[in-house]
């Protein structure tokens, strides 16, 4: 079955404990990418990665680090988590040329 | 920065209605979709419009893209409860995604 994949689903943490959320696809998809979701705000993205080894910055990328070394994977670090990053947390896929992407479920992280 | 604007922010009617949802930008996109979302899962792609004017149909769900590709629409003909969600629009530039802050939708039987 094609899907995207994320773990955690949920984390709580403290402010300052590092933390790794991950992400596979098992589409081929070249393209990937890290939304937040919050409130009113809609979705917002924070890294983007056209493919292995090619990463660029999205709307908020503050306090976010990404790597892409595989083509499946695509994980999010926080190095350093404060309260304002708790927030619901999207990864996604898609082929480069058209852009459909696939969402993963979710991952809801709350940052005491 | 929020460069898409969707109206309304909610919308409750009665099954049977039609409706009509809008994603306002003053800026141009390459392409532009429209997603469905439901409680605790991920948004589900409905439609892609990538050509100024197009209009794409899907069952009782009519898209359209405007004519400067800054704006688009999406229309609901007599509206079911299995309709009922948080619908999104996204503007894609340069590799980049911007999503409105949605639609929250609700069709009571």
């Not at chain 1, 910055?57 to 503050?62: A, L, M, R, Y």
């Not at chain 1, 999010?76 to 969402?103: K, V």
């Not at chain 2, 039609?18 to 429209?34: D, E, G, R």
């Not at chain 2, 069952?59 to 299995?82: M, V, Y």
Request: charged letters at 20%; one cysteine or more.
């Amino acid at each position: 079955e094609a899907q995207v994949t994320q773990n955690p689903r949920y984390l709580i943490t403290v402010t300052g404990k590092k933390l790794t959320v991950t992400c596979s696809q098992n589409m081929n998809h070249e393209y990937m990418s890290w939304y937040r979701q919050d409130p009113g705000l809609g979705l917002r993205q924070i890294y983007y990665s056209m493919n292995v080894e090619v990463t660029d910055k999205g709307d908020v990328p503050e306090g976010y680090k990404v790597s892409r070394k595989e083509k499946r994977n695509f994980p999010l670090i926080l190095e350093s988590p404060s309260p304002n990053q708790t927030s619901l947390y999207f990864c996604a896929s898609s082929l480069f040329l058209t852009y459909e992407q696939y969402f993963g479920p979710g991952t809801r992280l709350t940052v005491t | 920065t929020q460069l898409l604007e969707q109206s309304p922010q909610f919308l409750s009617i009665q099954e049977g209605e039609n409706l009509t949802v809008y994603c306002n930008s003053s800026s141009v996109f390459s392409s532009l979709q429209w997603y469905r979302q439901e409680p605790g899962e991920g948004p589900v792609l409905l439609v892609t419009v990538v050509t100024g004017g197009e209009v794409k149909k899907l069952k009782r769900l009519t898209f359209q893209f405007g004519d400067a590709r800054k704006d688009s629409s999406l229309h609901i003909t007599a509206a079911q409860p299995g309709d009922t969600g948080l619908y999104l629009c996204a503007g894609s530039n340069f590799n980049k995604f911007y999503f409105g802050s949605g639609t929250k939708l609700n069709v009571k039987p």
